[in-house]
C-alpha cells in the first residue's frame, strides 16, 4: 500500500493551497483518512481527519480554514487550506487507515512541504 501526498509549496500569509493524497496498491478499504503535520522544531500533530462515512474532526487552529474530503471510490483526501499563516507551516503527511488481510494497519504518504512567509 502507498500514499502519495501532492500539492504542498509556498504561499504569502492568507493564501490557500490544496493538498491531495491517494492510496494504491492492494487492500480492501479505507477507513479514516487523515492530514497530520510536522513544524520546524515542533511535534507532529494531526490537523484533520475523515471517517468513511464522512464524518469529519478538525484540530482546533484550522477550524474554518481548512476543508478535508475524501473520494472513497477513488482512495483519495484532500485538505483545502484557507487564510493560510505563518504558524501553518510545516511539512504535511497523510495517513490512511487500511483494511487488509486479517486486520486494519497505519499508512503514511511521503510528506508534502507547506511554507507560508511574505
Known amino acids: 500500500v502507498q500514499l502519495q501526498a501532492s500539492g504542498g509549496g509556498m504561499v504569502q500569509p492568507g493564501g490557500s493551497l490544496r493538498l491531495s493524497c491517494a492510496a494504491s496498491g492492494s487492500f480492501r478499504s479505507v477507513n479514516f483518512m487523515a492530514w497530520y503535520r510536522q513544524g520546524p522544531g515542533k511535534q507532529c500533530e494531526l490537523v484533520a481527519d475523515?471517517?468513511?462515512?464522512?464524518?469529519?474532526y478538525y484540530a482546533d487552529f484550522v477550524k474554518g480554514r481548512f476543508t478535508i474530503s475524501r473520494d472513497n471510490a477513488k482512495n483519495t483526501v484532500d485538505l483545502q487550506m484557507n487564510s493560510l499563516k505563518p504558524e501553518d507551516t510545516a511539512v504535511y503527511y497523510c495517513?490512511?487507515?487500511?483494511?487488509?488481510?486479517?486486520?486494519?494497519?497505519?499508512?503514511w504518504g511521503q510528506g508534502t512541504e507547506v511554507t507560508v512567509s511574505s
Open positions: 475523515i471517517a468513511s462515512d464522512g464524518r469529519t
Open positions: 495517513k490512511a487507515d487500511v483494511f487488509r488481510g486479517g486486520g486494519l494497519f497505519d499508512y
